[in-house]
């Protein structure tokens, strides 16, 4: 008998209230990349963006087919440091990724809490920069 596995990659948008945690950006990720491994077995998922915002974090991951998120339905989970879980929603093509993408650098500045993303130092901005955006 054969096992049967799906290794295509999909790009999911992922959200989260996080309460009072204190996790550092790298922290985060490292979490964030864990519990996608544990929820969808992909040994190696890739934390594309993310923002760290209080009391929030929003993120794009990309990971094998996720059992449970797709289009428009929620797929949730525990994480460390999650107050309510996460929901992951597949994203449909790579204008809706460039987007989700956008909306993790660019929250810090429509929630008011800096001028610019560059100066949000939660946010993998730093990392690479992949908006299509003006970053000052």
Not at 32 to 61: H, M, Y
Not at 68 to 75: C, E, I, L, N, Q
Not at 80 to 85: E, N, P, S, T
Request: hydrophobic content about 45%.
């Amino acid at each position: 008998m054969t096992q049967n596995t799906n290794d295509s990659m999909h790009y999911y948008f992922v959200t989260a209230k996080t309460g009072d945690a204190q996790d550092g950006l790298d922290d985060r990720i490292n979490a964030l990349a864990a519990a996608c491994a544990r929820a969808t077995g992909d040994p190696a998922p890739k934390v594309i963006a993310l923002a760290c915002l209080p009391g929030f974090v929003a993120a794009v991951v990309l990971t094998r087919d996720w059992p449970g998120a797709r289009r428009y339905r929620r797929a949730t989970f525990a994480w460390r440091g999650i107050a309510q879980g996460l929901t992951a929603y597949r994203l449909a093509s790579s204008v809706e990724v460039q987007e989700r993408i956008d909306f993790c650098h660019f929250a810090p500045v429509a929630h008011g809490l800096v001028s610019a993303p560059g100066e949000w130092r939660e946010s993998t901005i730093h990392r690479s920069v992949r908006s299509e955006m003006i970053l000052t």
